[in-house]
């Protein structure tokens, strides 16, 4: 096992380094010069000369008078940067923004927590409801009620989310008047403790239904087609034959052994609500996210911004699918990945 | 009895006098009153949280709110009318001064009751540091974009760190100071004279403890001013920037001089809470704030009119979309407690040509691209019924449209008619068909040209025997995504009369970024393609004014110098326009207004015969604001940073 791990840590590192450098070439493929965007609202506040002046002297700051792979390698940290230090993604820099003018490491904590905490209670909900759901589908396969929600999950499956996004503030928010419409908090609220937990969770519930509700389809049809297969195997009958409650033949023997290609589909899809998902959602409702941070970035070309972001959605797909090889062997003993 | 009703009568005038005193009644018919009740403020701009007045670049739409909501202890203002004007609530004298070497010398006595919103008293110190921290060779290493220094005496030996005594700024006492504006710079741009010169009698209160730390202070020795600590540390960057950066990052407790504190702002909901300031010695027209708390909200375009509808929002500004403007209307028919108040936008949405190569180098030929396009049809289906069109680079809302009615109505308009464009098309020599032969109403039209003014459009251009033919086509490049360019394609590259006057409009879409690349013709770093190269003749665009400064200098220069740095961006190589946009702003003593305006009308006039841009719509603004307040009126210069101020809560 402890082999394994470390062969497949060592191939992570590998894939990071090698995604790194194919980000930062396509990235600095786009025209675009972040020295311009930075000094462009003052071409007309500067004389031409000064303009020119601060124009150059920026290029120099940034250090993008420098070849490619050069500014790659100081990206990353392996060469000294224009000031002659060290300051690259390995050592904890993750660059400068232009548009918020401020280092990408003081920007991104706030959105990601939030989006951590919006990606994290859906993903949990969504699992609480689609697994028992599946399950129930699978056994009461092509019955009313099966029919009935495999109608009703493909609805959230054929929607886009932010179709979804805005029906259900028409809904719940303008119609009902149950949820606000977008936001974090109340305007101008002061709640602590508890209240300022109901409140937040209040601002939360809208999207993280719309989340659940994008969410069942797939993960429904996931777990019935998995449970489904598995309630036709032999040991299936046996174990009924051997006269075992359908309780325990569902939970006990077809669950476990259903549960290995669903693991690989819930990291799958959690790793997509985490980026994708979580972009149109937070867009939607006007939360200070990850997904919106990185639109954000790309719309104004605030590149080292988008490459850090980028690169944590690729630090998390790869433990993502680390995570996942690893499950496979809790989930089920015959596997020993370490041979 | 005589006597008895003039003692009266004085009496009366006395307690209304004092009534007024205490009211501080100002000119605009406002009343100041204890500040109470709360209104949301709902804005498209994700506030950036960095309050540090443009320092280190350009601050967005909401910081800039957030500044001017927070921070406008200022000598010089602009006025609803978006003016210069000197801040008399700050400013107890002012003094221009002439020079005898053609330099002119600001000299301000603040008045002496001025306090920071922690009851610090404002000093002729506090407004001078700025300016001190911005020109320094600690400022420049921090990354400040700052050349005020080029235009102040001893600013270059200041900015090099050669002296630390900026010898063009000076405190005379604790409550005066000067500033001296150099008449031709260290950067050999002549500075004065300058119609809007009061602006560079700006300058703002700045706390010297909250941005740089501990026993810093201005002195004077008689050299000019210069910043000293009482431990004896000096000014540089890594003695300041600890306290400075904790100032700019501070989300409250901000010490400022503006009519609203800031109370919070919580980056996790972009949320940003402000309350009045009872320091705040009020506005140039001594108008105090009404509304005690403001809270400023991010909202998303998609989702907007439902935050108004649920009250998420109260304000809201700026709306130029004509359907979401009529579905706050049914909205207010239904219930929605609101009013509107609307104004002209202090700009336009044009397309503008290279007049230098290609087709567009010909005057006729741009005039004749406008005829082929109902600009009235344009404004009224792209602005939905609220918008217009103007006929030149200004804005109704200029106070030189007002004055110039006559010479506005004067402009060539530019009506669609294919006639027309044909009679200026064959004017310009455009009469030939592919081949050479003369055009018969087929097909695109050609120019015989030479080889000199075929240079970057080769590739158009057809040889035939020795003739070099340029087609009547415009290489045009439109960003992505853009509904000004969906409508120009319908109306104008596939409309009729471009077809029926044989010109051919061709879109090349790509994104925005990209376009002002081709259109300034620069250069970028990277594997990007060589935007050197005149490539696209025709660019859709928009502009915009954020004050009534109009100074288009620099805009139509012919010096390759500058126009190697991206100025000029429409190439118009013409003497008259150059010179008319210089001396407008750099030939006209400040306050002149009559010769400025007669430099302005010959400018548009010129402008409009040459055409170096279209004009499509100038929209009007609406914003919706709830019917708890009353007295708000917003503006083209005017925002709801300023209005909010003289807005007065009602109550339900």
Known sequence: ?339 | MKLRSRIMTFALAAVMLAGLCLTGCGGSGFTNVAAEGQVIIGTSTEPSGDWSHAAFGSNNATDSAVLTLTDDCETVVSDQNGDFVINNSVVDKYDRIEESDGNVTYKITIKKDLVFNNGDPITAENFLVWSLFLYSPAGAEMGVTAAGYNMIPGGDKYHSGETNVLAGLRLIDDYTFSMTILKTGYDGNNYLPYYFDLSYAGARATHIKYWFGDGWHVKDDGQGAYLVNDNGTEFTKANIETTFTAARDATSDRITAGPYNLVSYDKASSQIVLESNDNYCGNFEGCKPGIKRLVIVKTEDDTVIDTISTGGIQIYSGIADGSEIKAIYDLMDNGLDSSFCHYDRAGYGYFQFACDFGPTQYTEFRQAVAHLLDRNEFANTFCQGYGSVVHGPYCTAFSMYEDSKKVIAGLDTYEISVDKAVELLEKAGFVYAEDGSDYNGTGIRYKKVTAAEATNYEAFCKNVGSDILMPAMVNWASSDGNSVSDLLVTMLANGDAAKQAGVEIRQNVMTFPELLNYMYRQDMYGLGGDYSVPTYNMFNLATGWNSGAYDMSFEFTTNQEYLDQGYNSTHLYDEQLDKLSMDMVYGVEAGDYKTYLAKWQEFVVRYNELLPQVPLYSNIYYSVYPNTIKDYQEGPFWGYENAILYARYIGD
């Open chain 1, 1 to 339: 096992m402890k082999k394994y791990l470390l062969k497949r840590v060592i191939y992570l590192i590998i894939v990071f380094f090698f995604v790194s450098l194919m980000m930062y070439m396509i990235y600095n493929l786009i025209p675009s010069d972040p020295a311009l965007v930075q000094m462009e609202p003052l071409r007309k506040t500067l004389k031409p000369e000064e303009w020119t002046r601060q124009y150059q002297e920026l290029r120099r700051q940034l250090g993008l008078d420098a070849p490619l792979i050069v500014r790659y390698a100081r990206w990353m940290g392996f060469m000294r940067d224009v000031d002659g230090n060290f300051s690259g993604l390995l050592q904890g820099d993750f660059g400068f923004s232009t548009s918020y003018k401020r280092n990408v490491i003081d920007i991104i904590g706030v959105p990601m927590q939030n989006s951590i905490i919006l990606n994290l209670v859906s993903t949990i909900l969504t699992l609480a409801i689609t697994i028992p759901l599946g399950i129930y589908c699978a056994v009461h396969a092509r019955k009313a009620a099966d029919s009935a929600l495999q109608a009703f999950t493909v609805v959230g499956y054929s929607l886009p989310t932010f179709l979804i996004g805005i029906l259900f503030i028409y809904i719940f928010a303008v119609l009902l008047g149950w949820f606000p419409t977008g936001g974090a908090k109340t305007p101008g609220s002061t709640y602590t403790g508890v209240m300022e937990f109901i409140d937040r969770m209040h601002y939360m519930a809208l999207p993280i239904i719309v989340l659940v509700f994008t969410g069942l389809a797939g993960m429904t049809r996931t777990v019935r087609a998995a449970m489904m297969d598995t309630l036709t195997q032999d040991y299936i009958r046996t174990a009924r034959a051997k006269g075992l409650k359908e309780k325990v033949v569902i939970y006990s023997h077809a669950w476990r052994n259903a549960l290995l290609p669903v693991s690989t589909s819930i990291m799958g899809w959690m790793i997509g609500v985490f980026t994708g998902g979580s972009l149109v959602i937070e867009n939607t409702f006007a939360l200070n996210g990850t997904g919106r941070l990185y639109w954000a970035a790309l719309t104004s070309t605030d590149y080292e911004l988008v490459l850090a972001m980028q690169m944590f959605y690729t630090l998390i797909s790869l433990i993502g699918v680390l995570l996942t090889d690893i499950s496979y062997t809790l989930v089920d003993p015959r596997v020993r990945i370490d041979k």
